[in-house]
Nanobody, 122 residues
C-alpha cells in the first residue's frame, strides 16, 4: 500500500517555473513505477512524465519534453516534477501516481494523490 501527497502547485506567470513534490508513505515506494498526470477542466487525465524505480528510465509527453524533468529520491520516498518555461496550456490539476510497470494510461495506476493545482497566467 502506498499513500501519496502532492505539494508545490500554485499560480505562476507564463515562462516561470514550479517544482512539484509527491511524498509517499509505505515501505515499498521504490518498487513502483511513478508518474505525473494532469487534468484540465473538461479534459481527460493525461500522462505527463514517468520514471522507473532506478531513476534512469524516464518518459515524457511530447507536450512537456525539454521543459519538464521528473526525478525521484527513493531514500526520501519522494517524487519530483521540475516544470520550466510554463505555458498557459499547462494549467491543470497535477497528480502523482504509482503503478507496477510503465503505462501511459491512467487506468493502469494503482495509487493516486489528491492532486495539486497549477495555474499559468498569460
Amino acid at each position: 500500500q502506498v499513500q501519496l501527497v502532492e505539494s508545490g502547485g500554485g499560480l505562476v506567470q507564463a515562462g516561470g517555473s514550479l517544482r512539484l513534490s509527491c511524498a509517499a508513505s509505505g515501505r515499498t515506494f521504490r518498487n513502483y513505477y511513478m508518474a505525473w498526470f494532469r487534468q484540465a477542466p473538461g479534459k481527460e487525465r493525461e500522462f505527463v512524465a514517468g520514471i522507473s524505480w532506478s531513476g534512469p528510465g524516464t518518459r515524457y509527453a511530447d507536450s512537456v519534453k525539454g521543459r519538464f524533468t521528473i526525478s525521484r529520491d527513493n531514500a526520501k520516498n519522494t517524487l519530483y516534477l521540475q516544470m520550466n518555461s510554463l505555458k498557459p496550456e499547462d494549467t491543470a490539476v497535477y497528480y502523482c501516481a504509482a503503478a507496477n510497470v510503465y503505462s501511459g494510461s491512467y487506468s493502469s495506476y494503482l495509487y493516486w494523490g489528491q492532486g495539486t493545482q497549477v495555474t499559468v497566467s498569460s
